[in-house]
């Protein structure tokens, strides 16, 4: 268990509908990283936010927004699903913003857009 | 442009020998490197961090080996077990990209006993 939780485990929806997807970082970390991962393009960094401030951006989509909050969790708002956004979404936390620092990653939420 | 690859194909070896898996990168300058294992469906777990001026970091039975002028870094499991059977990340830190991650295809090693 890596101490980062994500909900839900599963989540099905309709292409065309807006979902949010939660996680909850290590107690003390303050970084959080969204990251997709499908059977074609592997692990892709979206989004990372530090103390509640955006810091790096990957390959994120319009559609797609995050934000971390005072507490320092975290959710991934997608909206205007298609079913190619299917994947699994992982959330992973670092204890401060440093290359050094290993990342703890979440069990993931998969989506499925029908 | 910037690649990481990692061997896509399964690689298959006996319990106990050493399993070899490469990581081969173009047009970074990582500070960092680091090894993830992922099991299926589940979020990949970090195993070890080497810096560019580290040329080879061990943990228990795992080796991880750094060449920066050679572009490429080997993840060493000596004495292999079926419970090592997983797919392994290789993952670049660029100090330049916000401290993204970027991650290769993984290679998918299977243990046989």
């Known amino acids: 268990d890596s101490g980062v939780t994500q909900t839900p485990k599963h989540l099905i929806t309709a292409t065309g509908q807006r979902v949010t997807l939660r996680c909850s970082p290590r107690s003390g970390d303050l970084s959080v990283y969204w990251y997709q991962q499908s059977l074609d393009q592997g692990l892709q960094f979206l989004i990372q936010?530090?103390?509640?401030?955006?810091?790096a951006k990957g390959n994120i989509l319009e559609r797609f927004s995050a934000q971390q909050f005072p507490d320092l969790h975290s959710e991934l708002n997608l909206s205007s699903l298609e079913l190619g956004d299917s994947a699994l979404y992982f959330c992973?936390?670092?204890?401060?913003?440093?290359?050094?620092?290993?990342?703890?990653f979440g069990p993931g939420t998969r989506l499925t857009v029908t | 442009s910037q690649k990481i690859e990692q061997n896509s194909e399964a690689l298959n070896i006996q319990e106990g020998k050493t399993a070899t898996l490469t990581c081969n990168y173009t047009n970074y300058s990582p500070a960092y490197l680091q090894w993830y294992r992922q099991d299926p469906g589940r979020g990949p777990v970090f195993l070890l961090l080497i810096r560019e001026n580290e040329k080879e970091k061990r943990k228990e039975r795992l080796k991880v080996t750094f060449d920066t002028t050679l572009k490429q870094s080997l993840f060493h499991i000596t004495a292999s077990q079926p419970a090592d059977s997983a797919t392994y990340l290789c993952?670049?830190?660029?100090?330049?990209?916000?401290?993204?991650?970027?991650f290769g295809g993984g290679t998918r090693l299977m243990v046989k006993p």
């Open positions: 992973a936390s670092s204890p401060r913003q440093g290359s050094a620092y290993e990342q703890y």
């Open positions: 936010y530090y103390n509640g401030e955006e810091r």
């Open positions: 993952a670049l830190m660029n100090n330049n990209a916000g401290n993204m991650l970027t």
